[in-house]
Nanobody, 125 residues
């Protein structure tokens, strides 16, 4: 299994940017697929972006064009560059990992074995 630790959250004004990081330790097999999720109070968890073992990415429509997911394979660290932030982006952000094949490494996949503790993002208007 792996341990995931997120960082980079904080408070920003609408239109601003933040970059989240998720460091993974443990077997790289279990981080072949990694993704970012968020959950706001009273709302369901939402998948935002994923990176598969073949480098393929998948995004939710709500963040496409504003958020960019990337992965440093040497450091086994996942990133989420968030630009043009909106108040509705306010939520707790989590990273997750699984050994899923690229075909199953999507924001709608339910196969996530490991989760980080989350980092709060607050966007003010």
């Amino acid at each position: 299994q792996v341990q995931l630790v997120e960082s980079g959250g904080g408070s920003v004004q609408a239109g601003g940017s933040l970059k989240l990081s998720c460091g993974a330790s443990g077997s790289t097999y279990f981080t072949r697929c990694m993704g970012w999720f968020r959950q706001a109070p009273g709302k369901e968890r939402e998948g935002l972006a994923t990176v598969a073992s073949d480098g393929g990415t998948n995004y939710a429509d709500s963040v496409k064009g504003r958020f960019t997911v990337s992965k440093d394979r040497i450091k086994n660290t996942l990133y989420l560059q968030m630009d043009s932030l909106k108040p509705e982006d306010t939520a707790m952000y989590y990273c997750a990992a699984s050994p899923a094949h690229p075909s199953w490494c999507t924001v709608t996949s339910g196969w996530w074995d490991n989760w980080g503790q989350g980092t709060q993002v607050t966007v003010s208007s």
